[in-house]
């Protein structure tokens, strides 16, 4: 998935450090499991300084609120500024920094016209919307004027041209940044995050009872957005008297069938959620609009097949017919039927499993791909230090 990237050697101690990066990223939804997994794994590297900046996106009640006066949208703005500036105030000390924030990310690259240092990386896994027929739109992108899309789409390719290194989460946002909006290919490099394999441990799963209710797993805090609803309905109307369907999700809907479940609490890499994968049969995530979820990723590195959609970088992680299957958005005939297909084959479950876990040690493994992606940033450093 991503290019063989070398580094400079070790630095002898923690106190030798050859390179000072900046981490400033959104904690919200998905995010969170990114931010923790490239911050455990970040940090083992010895050669680089990490300063870190964490953005969720709120003020507590219980903390200091200096913006509370402040109306939409400018209230959102002026939070996400204050909890960058950990990594903000430092820019002109820091070699890079990784941006996945657009007010921070665009405040940088506005400062790189006249500043030299830090380098800028871009790590968002939401590329700029040339073509809409290639974007899986949500919501807030379909209700803004036309006159907003292109104010957008200006600034967003303004600030490519400002940017260093980029770092998209699959092969599709490559594409886009490549094809679409005409970054070189050599400052664009593909690689997700990945799963935390010290936490989602595989266990086989073991046989099960031929009378038994198979578990069918959904995992989706936007209920309707992540398809949950489709899934409810296709569930009600043909296996609700052969499976159990589990469902974690905020938004959980009312007037649910018998042998549905809900949890509605669960929290990134929550020890409920790990036995919750453990239990699936099959994971099924028909979600309209995504970019690059780490719950496929997670279903697989529990030994769990998938059912999922061809939206933006879902399939650059599934393997269609070998680790689960990826249908259109919103069909529900293929999704009733690679459904059935699976429940009523327990081996293939079990193959599907078995190399679903091995693309996510190879691919998608946070324990290789945080070193390649800091790899990717020090090789754009010394890049620029031998130039200058």
Not at 138 to 160: K, P, T
Not at 323 to 340: C, E, K, N, P
């Amino acid at each position: 998935m991503s290019r063989k990237l070398t580094s400079s050697p070790i630095a002898q101690s923690p106190s030798e450090k050859l390179y000072r990066f900046g981490f400033l990223l959104s904690t919200g939804m998905g995010n969170a499991t990114r931010y923790q997994n490239l911050r455990k794994y970040a940090e083992k590297d010895l050669e680089v300084e990490c300063v870190w900046a964490p953005v969720k996106h709120f003020i507590a009640p219980d903390e200091p609120n200096p913006f509370w006066y402040l109306p939409e949208p400018f209230y959102s703005r002026a939070v996400v500024v204050y909890q960058s500036s950990p990594v903000l105030r430092q820019l002109g000390k820091l070699d890079a920094v990784m941006f996945h924030l657009f007010e921070a990310y665009t405040l940088a690259c506005v400062r790189s016209v006249f500043s030299s240092r830090p380098l800028i990386v871009n790590a968002h896994d939401d590329p700029p919307v040339v073509n809409p027929e290639t974007y899986p739109l949500y919501e807030n992108r379909l209700v803004r004027s036309s006159w907003r899309r292109r104010f957008r789409l200006g600034v967003d390719l303004w600030c490519a041209k400002r940017t260093e290194l980029f770092l998209p989460f699959s092969e599709w946002g490559r594409k886009i940044w490549v094809n679409e909006c005409h970054v070189p290919p050599d400052k664009v490099y593909p690689i997700h995050v990945g799963i935390d394999l010290d936490i989602w441990r595989y266990t086989p799963k073991p046989e099960i009872d031929p009378a038994a209710r198979r578990k069918i797993l959904f995992v989706g805090g936007d209920f309707v957005r992540k398809g949950g609803d489709l899934l409810l309905d296709i569930y009600r109307q043909q296996f609700a008297d052969q499976a159990e369907l589990h469902l974690v999700t905020r938004q959980p809907p009312a007037d649910l069938p018998p042998n549905v479940y809900v949890y509605t609490d669960l929290t990134p890499n929550d020890q409920r959620l790990f036995e919750l994968y453990s239990q699936a049969d099959l994971f099924v995530f028909p979600t309209r609009a995504d970019l690059s979820p780490f719950a496929p990723m997670e279903a697989m590195a529990s030994g769990c097949p998938v059912i999922s959609t061809n939206i933006a970088g879902v399939p650059d992680t599934i393997q269609h017919g070998e680790t689960g299957f990826v249908i259109a958005r919103d069909d529900a005939s293929a999704l009733a039927t690679y459904m059935q297909t699976l429940l009523e084959n327990p081996q293939l479950r079990r193959t599907m499993g078995v190399k679903g876990r091995a693309v996510v040690e190879r691919d998608f493994n946070a324990a290789i791909n945080v070193p390649r992606i800091l790899a990717a940033m020090k090789k754009t450093v010394d890049q620029h230090r031998r130039t200058t």
